[in-house]
């Protein structure tokens, strides 16, 4: 969902190194570049969306045509998702999809700068696959304007922060969100600070000590968790 080639290419190499998959065991698909066809299913073992420069917060006025029909693009799969309850991970961006499609009040309430935070995962996420055994407190990066002010109605909410309470939630039985990027290291950040140092996040004067402050940052939890996930799921 980033319209920016670059940002988007290492975002999807990010996913497969930390994901540990080869390219010929994926469909990637931008559906910010064109108009997607229908999606079947049966065609997929489970679907991860990853993040994008869009807040779903902001006045429908406000929207691009590209943020519209990536929108359209989502609702129409989260209906079939959701009903067969299909496997799917969304980060970041894929979280604030998922939570508007629930109907979940989202705004720029609990957003977070760039940069390292501390979550904590929850007593019913120590005993979900994908964090069972994993430490109940660990680092991971985020970077967002906006997001869930509460958990969707009928989700189980995961992991937690003091300043940002939805960190990660799982609907049904296989559907995931989490607000943190789990596909992300310090260098895939120090990237998407220069690409995005001009869309709002921080102020761009203070782009290079952020970036300094990225540097060497390890965030291993969060990477467990995109790969069991995956293992769980792919075929």
């Given at each position: 969902?980033?319209?920016?080639?670059?940002a988007?290419?290492?975002?999807?190499?990010?996913?497969?190194?930390?994901?540990?998959?080869?390219?010929?065991?994926?469909?990637?698909?931008?559906?910010?570049?064109?108009?997607?066809?229908?999606?079947?299913?049966?065609?997929?073992?489970?679907?991860?969306?990853?993040?994008?420069?869009?807040?779903?917060?902001i006045?429908?006025?406000?929207?691009s045509?590209?943020?519209?029909?990536?929108?359209?693009?989502?609702?129409?799969?989260?209906?079939?998702?959701?009903?067969?309850?299909?496997?799917?991970?969304?980060?970041?961006?894929?979280?604030?999809?998922?939570?508007?499609?629930?109907?979940?009040?989202?705004?720029?309430?609990?957003?977070?700068?760039?940069?390292?935070?501390?979550?904590?995962?929850?007593?019913?996420?120590?005993k979900?696959?994908?964090?069972?055994?994993?430490?109940?407190?660990?680092?991971?990066?985020?970077?967002?304007?906006?997001?869930?002010?509460?958990?969707?109605?009928?989700?189980?909410?995961?992991?937690?922060?003091?300043?940002?309470?939805?960190?990660?939630?799982?609907?049904?039985?296989?559907?995931?969100?989490?607000?943190?990027?789990p596909e992300a290291?310090?260098?895939?950040?120090?990237?998407?600070?220069?690409?995005?140092?001009?869309?709002?996040?921080?102020?761009?004067?203070?782009?290079?000590?952020?970036?300094?402050?990225?540097?060497?940052?390890?965030?291993?939890?969060?990477?467990?968790?995109?790969?069991?996930?995956?293992?769980?799921?792919?075929?």
């Amino acid at each position: 969902m980033r319209p920016e080639d670059q940002a988007s290419d290492s975002e999807f190499e990010a996913f497969l190194r930390v994901g540990r998959l080869n390219r010929d065991q994926v469909h990637r698909i931008r559906v910010e570049k064109e108009e997607i066809p229908p999606i079947n299913l049966k065609d997929y073992s489970a679907i991860i969306a990853g993040g994008s420069p869009f807040d779903v917060s902001i006045p429908d006025y406000k929207k691009s045509i590209v943020q519209k029909r990536i929108e359209h693009f989502y609702e129409d799969l989260f209906k079939r998702i959701i009903k067969d309850d299909f496997p799917f991970l969304g980060a970041c961006s894929g979280m604030g999809l998922l939570g508007q499609y629930c109907k979940t009040p989202i705004s720029e309430k609990y957003s977070e700068g760039v940069g390292s935070v501390e979550v904590r995962v929850t007593e019913e996420g120590t005993k979900d696959y994908l964090l069972e055994g994993l430490p109940k407190k660990f680092n991971a990066l985020v970077g967002h304007k906006e997001a869930c002010d509460e958990v969707p109605s009928g989700a189980v909410l995961l992991v937690s922060s003091e300043a940002c309470p939805v960190q990660m939630f799982r609907l049904k039985k296989n559907i995931y969100a989490t607000q943190f990027h789990p596909e992300a290291d310090s260098e895939e950040f120090v990237l998407r600070v220069q690409i995005y140092k001009e869309f709002g996040y921080f102020p761009q004067e203070k782009a290079e000590k952020l970036i300094e402050s990225l540097q060497n940052l390890n965030t291993p939890v969060p990477e467990e968790i995109l790969r069991r996930f995956i293992n769980n799921y792919k075929s």
